[in-house]
T-cell receptor, first 114, second 121 residues
């Protein structure tokens, strides 16, 4: 059973517009969430994170929103740029996760069209 | 962020040979490293968790005798694909996480290597 779900495998957005990538989770023990960006033939790179004590974290063009009651988070990119075209992975971690890896979603491929 | 390197970045081998992939944490000590395989259609599949000085923990369905993992030091983990076959062709990515307290680093973040493209002919 997938604990972290990214239900949209792909998303296309016009350059300059807002990109919204969604992620849902089922495990209420998760308290830390991350977004990673991945280009083809490269490893994922960390983008932004949020702790469950917050509902928003902003870093430049990237903002992550967390709705704990809905077990939902989203990544907003505005304005979107062609270089943002990549696969975005949502990941989660629990408070007592020990030496366990982050739990990843299956990813959403974002295409920003010039 | 912290840097994780992988070597080689690309390898082509004949069926039946063994291939070793190295993963190094360059500026931090990685008590735990993870090995992933990326399948077509983008998903990352966790293969195993490698703990320094102890045996690796393999995910269900991953053959431990086929994918040998050694984490001999705090900065190096190796994945050996033994008797490789064409179906083992994939993109392998390692990741490291430093669970010790360190200023400026998110303890629950994972840092990924650049990946290794394995092609078995």
């Amino acid at each position: 059973d997938q604990q972290v779900k990214q239900n949209s495998p792909s998303l296309s957005v016009q350059e300059g517009r807002i990109s919204i990538l969604n992620c849902d989770y089922t495990n209420s023990m998760f308290d830390y969430f991350l977004w990673y960006k991945k280009y083809p033939a490269e490893g994922p790179t960390f983008l932004i994170s949020i702790s469950s004590i917050k509902d928003k974290n902003e870093d430049g063009r990237f903002t992550v929103f967390l709705n704990k009651s809905a077990k939902h988070l989203s990544l907003h990119i505005v304005p979107s740029q062609p270089g943002d075209s990549a696969v975005y992975f949502c990941a989660a971690s629990g408070r007592n996760s020990g030496n366990t890896p982050l739990v990843f979603g299956k990813g959403t491929r974002l295409s920003v069209i010039a | 962020g912290a840097v994780v390197s992988q070597h080689p970045s690309r390898v082509i081998c004949k069926s039946g040979t063994s291939v070793k992939i190295e993963c190094r944490s360059l500026d931090f000590q990685a008590t735990t490293m993870f090995w992933y395989r990326q399948f077509p259609k983008q998903s990352l599949m966790l293969m195993a968790t490698s703990n320094e000085g102890s045996k690796a923990t393999y995910e269900q369905g991953v053959e431990k005798d086929k994918f040998l993992i050694n984490h001999a030091s705090l900065t190096l983990s190796t994945l050996t694909v033994t008797s490789a076959h064409p179906e083992d062709s994939s993109f392998y990515i390692c990741s490291a996480r430093d669970f010790t307290s360190k200023a400026g680093m998110q303890p629950r973040e994972q840092f990924f290597g650049p990946g290794t493209r394995l092609t078995v002919l």
